[in-house]
């Protein structure tokens, strides 16, 4: 970076020049009318006409006439040539800092149109990182109201946060660039990430049974819709490889990795996470523990239940209704046994009662 400061250089050999005093050149220009009317005088000279169009002033310039109130001054400087944004960000901060430490009378900041571009570049980072995270916060509250397991939403979360890590990962090998671009398509894609995750996290908690069991139901009957998901995205895509457009191009590949990646994370690392820590069913869970009958009401109002309306509401498969309507009617089917019981054991004990009053 190299400031013009021929201009007030210039201007100090002009005034000394032609100056009808011994005095220093300091001196001379606090008077205010010498130094107006000799920066008319430079304005105009073949030197100094060239710094006309860096003053604003306050009515037009008029040759052989102090010069008015100056609104505006620029002051010139030029950058070197960089290669990319780690060079450029700190050349412009520099400037930033330089201008900032100079006291100028009035207000003063450098500006320029490449700037523009470059303080793009120096947030864009910062404000990636910022967004997917607000995105993947709300994928978390949002799979929560939906599913009713934190377990399953937190797996989802980190399907969702590590896909986006290895697609911010691999742009780097591919060439392509954290700028504004990169970033508006990474975080659209993060709403796709979930797709991946969510279908088989929302399978394997509506579906009773085991873990191993509910693996083997999602992998057979849920697997193959998301997978046929996927390959229709990364086909209708397809047709931007032979596009030249960097948005396109950009577009292709991100979404491309999105496709790969969430497949990769929600029908390979997501079942292997819920056969080992996934959340076990509740049934299987009190047959475990032998809980008491006077608990088997409240299991219509738990999460299992919840969940159970769901996916009758939203599944419109026959195998996967006739399985939840199985496990309501086994619920039903003990609450009525254990009254059942109480009445048996109350009629036992009035035959044992006559039989002693008889006796």
């Known amino acids: 970076m190299r400031f013009s400061y021929y ?3 210039f201007y100090r050999d002009y005034v000394n020049k032609y100056k009808s005093s011994n005095e ?53 400087y030029s950058h070197l040539r960089f290669d990319s944004s780690s060079v450029w960000i700190p050349a412009m901060r520099e400037v930033q800092q330089i201008v900032s430490e100079i006291p100028w009378s009035n207000e003063s900041f450098p500006i320029a149109l490449t700037y523009i571009n470059w303080e793009t570049d120096a947030i864009v980072g910062g404000e990636l990182i910022r967004n997917v995270g607000i995105a993947i916060a709300c994928i978390f509250v949002t799979t929560l109201i939906t599913l009713g397991s934190w377990r399953g939403s937190l797996f989802v979360m980190i399907c969702v946060l590590l896909t986006c890590v ?54 057979e009957n849920i697997a193959p819709a998301v997978i046929n998901g996927g390959c229709s995205t990364m086909l209708a895509l397809s047709l931007l490889v032979t596009s030249r457009s960097y948005v396109f191009t950009s577009f292709f590949k991100i979404f491309l990795m999105i496709c790969l990646f969430g497949l990769f994370h929600g029908l390979i690392m997501l079942p292997v996470l819920l056969c080992l820590l996934g959340p076990i069913d509740i049934n299987e869970d009190d047959q475990k523990t032998n809980a008491p009958s006077s608990d088997q ?23 996967v209704v006739r399985e939840m309507d199985t496990l309501k009617t086994q619920e039903e089917v003990k609450s009525n046994g254990t009254t059942e019981n109480l009445l048996s054991k109350s009629k036992s004990t009035d035959e044992e009662n006559q039989k002693d009053s008889t006796s």
């Open 24 to 76: 220093s050149f300091e001196n001379l220009i606090k008077d205010e009318e010498f130094f107006r009317r000799k920066l008319t005088q430079y304005l105009f000279s073949p030197r100094g006409a060239i710094y006309q169009p860096y003053f604003w002033f306050s009515s037009p310039l008029q040759c052989g006439e102090p010069a008015p109130d100056v609104l505006l001054q620029a002051i010139p």
């Open 297 to 319: 009401q409240k299991k219509f109002f738990s999460l299992k239940f919840i969940r159970t309306l769901l996916s009758e509401k939203y599944l419109k498969s026959s195998d």
């Open 166 to 219: 290895d697609v911010a990962g691999f742009m780097h090998w591919w060439g392509i660039t954290i700028e504004i671009t990169s970033m508006n398509i990474v975080i659209i894609s993060v709403g796709l990430c979930v797709d991946f995750c969510a279908h088989i996290m929302h399978g394997f908690l509506t579906t009773p049974g085991s873990r191993k069991e509910r693996i083997l139901f999602i992998m």
């Open 7 to 9: 201009e007030t250089t």
